[in-house]
Nanobody, 120 residues
Framework: QVQLVESGGGLVRPRGSLRLSCAAT????????MGWYRQAPGKQRELVAT???????NYADSVKGRFTISRNIAENTVDLQMNSLKPEDTAVYYCNADIVRLYGPQEWFWGQGTQVTVSS
């Protein structure tokens, strides 16, 4: 069984920083793209940032220059460093990964989500 487990959310003041982490566990053969998405109340889930197995990154325009995505291939983890946070960054953040299982097909997996609240 494959799972994505996020950590690191919380309450932070505007202009503050948070670091989210996500670990993929279970019977994993390899992981291709990994990423972070977010969903604010009343809005659709949107892409925040993605990173390929080769390290190529992609960011939403709203977070460019403030957020940095990184991953550890050996440990099957992906992090999101969030700086200069704004109230509009408030959302539930979800980890996402394209995983080839040892004993099953390739599939996209989602974490359970972690709340990030930016407020004074």
């Amino acid at each position: 069984q494959v799972q994505l487990v996020e950590s690191g959310g919380g309450l932070v003041r505007p202009r503050g920083s948070l670091r989210l982490s996500c670990a993929a566990t279970g019977s994993i053969f390899t992981i291709y793209d990994m990423g972070w998405y977010r969903q604010a109340p009343g809005k659709q889930r949107e892409l925040v940032a993605t990173i390929t197995s080769g390290g190529s990154t992609n960011y939403a325009d709203s977070v460019k220059g403030r957020f940095t995505i990184s991953r550890n291939i050996a440990e099957n983890t992906v992090d999101l460093q969030m700086n200069s946070l704004k109230p509009e960054d408030t959302a539930v953040y979800y980890c996402n990964a394209d995983i080839v299982r040892l004993y099953g097909p390739q599939e996209w997996f989602w974490g359970q989500g972690t709340q990030v609240t930016v407020s004074s």
